[in-house]
């Protein structure tokens, strides 16, 4: 396994060291429920304490406890939500969304909807943004959650949300940001963004799985999802899966380093694979915007021409490249992936996509060796 390229980070990515190294006491000599009176409670809180001041150091929170944890994005992002519509519903039953908002939003707008709620979607343009206006014109008086991510799972697309954040502001509707795909790769400043709530998880950017972050503005109501203990707020009962959660705090603050020196880096790594890919598998169609600032620096969304998807990642499997084709979040899946439907990519096309997602680091020589594998299988494809 040690020859293999592993290019599928959206997915998940490998645990860093320095993650693993702070992890390792509570995986295998401290141990103790938070809310005990003993010693050993005392010390997993104050674990606990400085997880939740370095997560909240990491998107500028105004006070660590307006940051939740959670047992995964999903559950953060569900929690996020439903818990702002059900807090809201005696005002109003009215939900906006993006068409490409990750599945879990999806999902849990449609559950809504099959209990009374009303939702409006708001498609984005071909290269996957979403127009700010047009989320603001779908916005009612009984609208109480309007949820756009900061940028896309699939694609990388970055969305103007301190555009969406500034019209809302004589709105009393709650402003849902999914910001897993994002956190890590590009800086995340809450106060900037005007975000209510927004969700997170470590395990996108060398963390752990196993947790999920959400920030709650101060004054921003959620209802529980769950019941049982006071846990997190009271929104989130159940004990604490402190080695993870220690694990998201060390994620952060490495995450916090990389990016004061590495975006400009990643953003040029990724537009030279992408022009390699280009000139040694054309004619290859780009989804999303070109590598730069409204992109996320270390994902490729492409699809080769006359070339099946999935079967392209499964050979590149056998040549030791673990790639992802489709929805970034559904495996097995044949169909047409539903971010590229949204922005209205061809059928043909959208069946011969490939994702590639890089991590904080690459090989040149690595990414050199996949374009040669690419090349290889997909002039095998095209000539059968």
């Known amino acids: 396994m040690s020859d293999r390229v592993y290019l599928d980070h959206i997915g998940t990515t490998p645990l860093a060291a320095e993650v693993r190294l702070e992890m390792e006491p509570w995986l295998f000599d401290r141990f103790a429920n938070p809310a005990g009176l003993h010693q050993e409670a005392f010390i997993a ?15 500028n929170a105004k006070n660590p406890e ?49 209990q009374g709620y009303s939702c409006t979607r708001v498609g984005p343009d ?38 969406i954040a500034n019209g809302l502001k004589n709105h009393s509707a709650t402003l849902v940001v999914d910001a897993t795909a994002a956190a890590g790769w590009i ?18 950017f060398h963390g752990p799985s196993g947790v999920g972050i959400l920030y709650r503005r101060r004054g921003t109501r959620l209802s529980p999802l769950f019941y049982g203990g006071q846990q997190e707020s009271g929104l ?52 999303g915007p070109i590598p730069g600032s409204q992109r996320l620096p270390r994902i490729l969304n492409f699809s080769v021409l006359k070339v099946d998807g999935e079967g392209m990642a499964l050979a590149l499997d056998l040549k030791g490249f673990a790639v992802a084709s489709g929805a970034a979040c559904v495996t097995h899946s044949m169909r047409m992936p539903p971010v590229l439907a949204a922005m209205g990519v061809e059928l043909a096309l959208g069946k011969s996509n490939l994702i590639v997602s890089l991590g904080a680091s690459a090989s040149r020589e690595a990414l050199q060796r996949f374009v040669k594998a690419l090349t290889e299988v997909v002039k095998r494809f095209r000539g059968l």
């Open 66 to 114: 307006e940051i939740i944890f959670s047992g995964s994005g999903t559950e953060a992002l569900n929690l996020g939500f439903t818990g702002a519509a059900l807090a809201a519903q005696n005002r109003g039953r009215h939900l906006v969304i993006g068409s490409t908002e990750h599945p879990a939003i999806i999902g849990a707008a449609e559950t809504l909807c099959n």
């Open 236 to 287: 989130r009962p159940g004990m604490e899966n402190i080695a993870a959660i220690v694990g998201a705090g060390a994620a952060v603050e490495l995450a916090t380093i990389r990016l004061k020196t590495l975006p400009r880096l990643w953003t040029e790594e990724l537009l030279d694979l992408w022009h390699e890919i280009e000139k040694s598998v054309g004619p290859v169609v780009l989804h």
């Open 45 to 59: 809180r104050e674990a606990l304490a400085q997880a939740r001041d370095r997560v909240a150091s990491f998107i």
């Open 126 to 163: 071909g290269l996957g943004f979403i127009d700010p206006d047009a989320v603001l014109a779908a916005v009612e008086e009984q609208t109480t959650v309007v949820s756009i991510h900061l940028a896309n799972h699939d694609t990388g697309t970055i969305q103007s949300i301190s555009k």
């Open 187 to 204: 800086p995340i400043d809450v106060q900037e963004l005007g975000a209510d709530l927004l969700m997170f998880s470590p395990h996108r």
